[in-house]
């Protein structure tokens, strides 16, 4: 008589294994393990409640369609992540086509308000609380635009390479280190900026 | 500066250029008080981001969250759904197609038909207590109508008188 397997105990390789061969229980424990990472995400990408939640949820359902094409080369977080990084770059896509006058893109091309910021000393992260911090780098980065949030979120966090990036946004590798720049600059205005505040 | 230099101080602190490059920036950056302070804020970002992203935990439960995504395969794996009246539907595309046949089968019979039209037709059509037969001779160029009356037959089973026409009871015309 077999039993089933204990899943919560059972090591991810192990849980991958079953689920690749449709093992739904399995396959459960895995989303239960990961929901959040890949939630947060989808929603330091696109910064709507809702669009994270239901890109999400597309990312898991087609992680389970191609679940036969996980080799293991990376871990299976890692794996997901780049599905749902993908579905939101696909979204993100379909929202500026929408746009008919791209403010961002204006800001872009001429380096929009970055270009005109002096820079920022001393450090406006300094001597802050881990839990602080993060809560104003979250901040912060709600204000940029999606195109400098993206190349940030995939190159601080994702920490992927210039032409990895490039090849994800499909834009050039000049525009990847463009918008990381200028990106850099906001966020280190951004974060003197609610230095300030905190002080005032 | 230059955006291409200022890009270029942010590649050598990223690790995306050749040690020969960045020993270059390296020593422009020590001795340049601008790119110096350009590359502390950029350091200063970069370090700051690194293990610091806010983890936002998903607003639902892990039940509810797994029976939305359970759901959504269950519903991809269906086979395309059929409605119980498709056999009605597929009767509709049959006839349709049978009626394009006919029409086709039709048109075909009549082109050949004429093509190898005899010098002369009959027709004959009977009516309630009528008879009309059409002759026409391609030859002649004639045609020739003939009406016949059977209602005096009614209940003989008799024609009134045969088909062969007289002056009587027929009509010639010339096309």
Known sequence: MSTDPDYPASAEAELVRLAQKGDMAAFEELVA?????IYARAFSMMRNEDEALDLSQDAWVKGWRRLEQFQGDSSFVTWMTRIVINLCLDQLRKQKRQRTDSIDAFEEDGGGIERQMPVVT???????????????????LAQLSHEH?????????????????????????????????YARRRMASLLAGLKRENLE | MKHELEVRIQAWLDGEVSDR???????????????????????????AMADNELIVPLPETRQFHWSKIERQIQREALPPHRSPFSWLAGWRRFRIALAGVTVLTCVLTLTVRQMHRPTFDEISATGEGMEAVTFHDQSAEMTVVWLQDNSQTSGTGQPAKTSVPDESNSDIELE
């Open chain 2, 21 to 47: 490059e960045g020993a270059r920036i390296a020593e422009w950056v020590a001795r340049d008080a601008e790119a110096g302070a350009l590359a502390a804020e950029l350091r200063t970002v970069r370090k």
């Open chain 1, 122 to 140: 001393p450090n406006p992260t300094e001597g802050l609380e881990r839990t602080e911090l993060r809560q104003r780098i979250d901040r912060a």
């Open chain 1, 33 to 37: 393990r990961h929901r959040d990472k």
């Open chain 1, 149 to 181: 949030r993206t190349v940030l979120v995939l190159h601080e966090f994702e920490e992927l390479e210039y032409k990895e990036i490039a090849r994800r946004m499909k834009c050039s590798i000049g525009t990847v280190m463009s918008r990381l720049f």
